[in-house]
């Protein structure tokens, strides 16, 4: 598989509803980040369906490297 584009070296803080499904860009290209915009068609990459478990403030990753997609969970420090 492809390397994911780094869209960013920082997550992107989202508002996010309880019980929505989002659609998180995978592969880095999308202009519309941390959500997919359908970039990735004719590559490996596919957006990954996530729903939110909670109304909260989520900290999306953008580095696309997160072992907690679609979480951030610091990895972008490391690249």
Do not use: R
Not at 11 to 20: D, H, R, T, W
Not at 43 to 54: C, G, H, Q, R, V
Not at 59 to 76: F, Q, R
Request: net charge positive; hydrophobic share 30%; with cysteine.
């Amino acid at each position: 598989m492809s390397e994911p584009v780094i869209a960013q070296k920082s997550p992107i803080p989202m508002e996010v509803e309880a019980g929505k499904t989002y659609y998180w860009c995978t592969c880095g290209n999308s202009s519309k980040q941390p959500l997919c915009d359908g970039s990735h068609k004719g590559s490996d990459f596919a957006p990954m369906a996530w729903t939110a478990p909670e109304t909260k403030t989520a900290y999306m990753c953008a580095c696309k490297h997160t072992k907690n997609a679609p979480l951030c969970d610091g990895s972008h420090k490391s690249l």
